[in-house]
């Protein structure tokens, strides 16, 4: 079964620090997106980040990085000078690319505080 | 602007109740997904559909059902609302090409007493 997994509940990281989000899948597809969503406090999704696995070069969007190791089926997100309004639940989703299937797989998330 | 909107965004029931929440999408997408989100348990798919009069069965779809009559809406009904069933529930849309990037909705709580 295909299965994600985030092992942090909760992480803190004081402001303009770096952190770093973990999230580890289970697959035998070779082929897949791999996705970090953030929900703040709106309960608004939000996509953040989003990485194809056939990609090796890893995704970048601003602020946000993502260490894709594809052989350890790891995906962590690192967020740098991390600010006040990147305080939310961020959630790993990993969805395959076999014909046909457009469903996600969401991990349990993990809610980041930003201290001041 | 395109956009998925969820009504009602707060609602309270009575068990054994029928329940329906709506979502609507302008963005043209065949592509539609219903999720609950609980603690510690993240979103999870209830039911999902891939175009006019197609509808799946997730991983949590017992005592809720859906219909798809056209492209914009997916409404999710639940039969006779039970307490395990209380929620904040999400519908998402997706175009189903090379992105797939899912749209979401703002959400619904839903309560059953």
């Known amino acids: 079964a295909q299965t994600v997994t985030q092992s942090q509940p909760e992480m803190s990281v004081q402001e303009a620090e770096t952190v770093t989000l973990s999230c580890t899948y289970d697959?035998?597809?070779?082929?897949?997106?791999l996705f970090w969503y953030k929900q703040p406090p709106s309960r608004q999704m939000i996509l953040v980040i989003r990485?194809?696995?056939?990609?090796?070069q890893n995704a970048t969007e601003n602020r946000f990085s993502v260490n894709f190791q594809k052989a350890a089926k790891s995906f962590s997100l690192k967020i740098s000078d991390s600010q006040l309004g990147d305080a939310a639940m961020y959630f790993c989703a990993y969805s395959p690319l076999t014909s046909g299937t457009y469903k996600y797989i969401f991990g349990t998330g993990t809610r980041l505080k930003v201290l001041a | 602007d395109a956009e998925i909107t969820q009504s009602p965004r707060h609602k309270i029931t009575e068990t054994g109740r029928q329940v329906t929440l709506a979502c609507h999408q302008t963005w043209n997408h065949n592509n539609m997904f219903w999720y609950r989100q609980d603690l510690g348990h993240g979103l999870r798919l209830i039911h999902y559909?891939?175009?006019?009069?197609?509808?799946n069965k997730g991983e949590v779809s017992d005592g809720y059902s859906v219909s798809r009559s056209n492209t914009e809406d997916l409404p999710l009904t639940l039969e006779s609302a039970a307490s395990s069933q209380t929620s904040v529930y999400f519908c998402a849309s997706q175009d189903g090409s090379n992105s797939y990037e899912q749209y979401f909705g703002p959400g619904t709580r839903l309560t059953v007493t």
């Open positions: 559909s891939y175009g006019v009069q197609d509808t």
């Open positions: 990485q194809e696995a056939y990609k090796q």
């Open positions: 697959t035998s597809e070779s082929d897949y997106y």
